[in-house]
């Protein structure tokens, strides 16, 4: 099925651990993003990408890293995990700016 | 100043009445604007785009003032179903977009 594909769903972590969240789309999209959730705050940009091998740092960035090395899958890094970093994280992706946003389902990430 | 701000709400209507609501945005410059929906935490889903001449998608009607900066939505003839966060969208002219903290809907029977 065509969409936005993130992996994992759910993940425990323990503080100082680092993991990868994998976003996949299969939409030829050129443009790609990460955002976390946070009760009561909305969603908060991370990183983007405008196209393969580009990133860009978006409203919260600090403690992330992203690579966009093929143009489908968009990935974010957190080399050392917190507390602070206890979120539910969406990945979105768009064709174009007059085109409304596909997002994946989510990833619900712990930190203890 | 967040670049985009929305009444949180909650709008509490009962069924077949009309709510509306807006959301303001900073970036004088922003090209986009859309309304999402989003339930019980899952991801945001497009509702509608929002377009400088207002737009209508069965009950839910869309209008941008681009003068004030703001965007709105209005839906009549409330439905049970229709209890959700809305998200409005903002697209900037480099890709950028940024999200209002959300308003919630509650229609009750």
């Known amino acids: 099925n065509a969409g936005v594909t993130q992996t994992p769903k759910f993940r425990v972590l323990k503080t100082g651990q680092s993991m990868t969240l994998l976003c996949a789309q299969d939409?030829?999209?050129?443009?790609m993003y990460w955002y976390r959730q946070d009760p009561g705050m909305g969603l908060r940009l991370i990183h983007y990408s405008v196209g393969e091998g580009t990133t860009a740092k978006g409203e919260v960035p600090d403690g992330y890293n992203v690579s966009r090395l093929k143009k489908q899958n968009f990935l974010l890094g957190l080399e050392s995990a917190a507390p602070s970093q206890t979120s539910v994280y969406f990945c979105?992706?768009?064709?174009?700016?007059?085109?409304?946003?596909?997002f994946g389902s989510g990833t619900r990430l712990t930190v203890v | 100043r967040k670049e985009v701000e929305q009444d949180p709400g909650p709008f509490n209507v009962p069924e077949g009445a009309t709510v509306a609501f807006n959301c303001t945005y900073s970036n004088s410059a922003s090209q986009s604007f859309f309304w999402y929906r989003q339930d019980c935490r899952k991801e945001p889903k497009l509702l509608m785009s929002?377009?400088?001449s207002g737009n209508e998608d069965g009950r839910f009607t869309a209008q941008l003032n681009r003068a004030s900066q703001y965007i709105s939505l209005l839906i009549r003839d409330s439905k049970l179903s229709d209890s959700a966060t809305y998200l409005c969208?903002?697209?900037?002219?480099?890709?950028?977009?940024?999200f209002g903290a959300g308003t919630t809907v509650t229609v009750r029977a």
């Open positions: 929002v377009y400088s």
């Open positions: 969208v903002v697209i900037s002219n480099d890709y950028k977009l940024s």
């Open positions: 979105a992706s768009i064709r174009d700016r007059g085109y409304g946003y596909t």
């Open positions: 939409m030829n999209h050129e443009y």
